[in-house]
């Protein structure tokens, strides 16, 4: 056997589970996932008008992404007036995320990424079952901001900040 084949294996992992994230002024993936009802959503046609957010999230109903989930839960009001539609992504099953969803009562649709095509089309990295917690927020269908060290109690409020600027 080769001795520099798994570290070549090794390499290629990284690489896969680690893209770098889509830029500022790209356009929202053309990507399709299952919402935790099991509909499927395609990203780039629901996010082609006015504002969206799409924040990836590690686990559903962990401590973390449960404070991430609920910061934007609370302000959802001052999110929806200024016209934002919000999009959770894991890569929890859809019945994780009908439960997340349920549990804490968000208001907002919650895709199932168990597959991560819709983390690798953002670039975000993924690892063991697990997404890095990033936000990207998009006007008509272009990316304006993103956050690759999302907060998870703040996440709204960083949102919203960056609407403030944004005008």
Same mark, same amino acid.
């Given at each position: 056997m080769?001795?520099?084949?798994?570290?070549?294996?090794?390499?290629?992992?990284? %690489? %896969?589970?680690?893209?770098?994230?889509?830029? %500022?002024?790209?356009?929202?993936?053309?990507? @399709?996932?299952?919402?935790?009802?099991?509909?499927?959503?395609?990203?780039?046609?629901?996010?082609?008008?006015?504002?969206?957010?799409v924040?990836?999230?590690?686990?559903?109903?962990?401590?973390?992404?449960?404070? =991430?989930?609920?910061? /934007?839960?609370?302000?959802?009001?001052?999110?929806?007036?200024?016209?934002? %539609?919000?999009?959770?992504?894991?890569?929890? @099953?859809?019945?994780? =995320?009908?439960?997340?969803?349920?549990?804490?009562?968000?208001?907002? @649709?919650? /895709?199932?990424?168990?597959?991560?095509?819709?983390?690798?089309?953002?670039?975000?990295?993924?690892?063991?079952?697990?997404?890095?917690? =990033?936000?990207?927020?998009?006007?008509?269908?272009?990316?304006?901001? /993103?956050? /690759?060290e999302?907060?998870?109690?703040? =996440?709204?409020?960083?949102?919203?900040?960056?609407?403030?600027?944004?005008?």
């Open positions: 080769n001795p520099l084949r798994p570290i070549a294996a090794i390499i290629l992992s990284i %690489t %896969t589970m680690s893209a770098a994230p889509i830029e %500022t002024g790209s356009a929202l993936p053309a990507i @399709t996932a299952k919402d935790q009802d099991g509909k499927e959503v395609k990203l780039a046609e629901a996010g082609a008008k006015g504002w969206t957010l924040y990836f999230y590690p686990k559903a109903d962990t401590p973390g992404c449960t404070k =991430q989930a609920c910061s /934007l839960r609370d302000s959802y009001a001052a999110l929806t007036d200024k016209k934002v %539609t919000v999009f959770g992504v894991s890569v929890d @099953t859809v019945e994780a =995320q009908k439960a997340f969803k349920d549990k804490y009562k968000l208001p907002f @649709t919650l /895709l199932a990424d168990t597959d991560t095509k819709v983390a690798d089309a953002f670039g975000v990295p993924h690892e063991k079952g697990f997404a890095k917690r =990033q936000a990207y927020l998009f006007k008509d269908g272009k990316l304006v901001w /993103l956050d /690759l999302a907060s998870t109690d703040q =996440q709204a409020a960083d949102v919203l900040k960056e609407l403030e600027k944004a005008g």
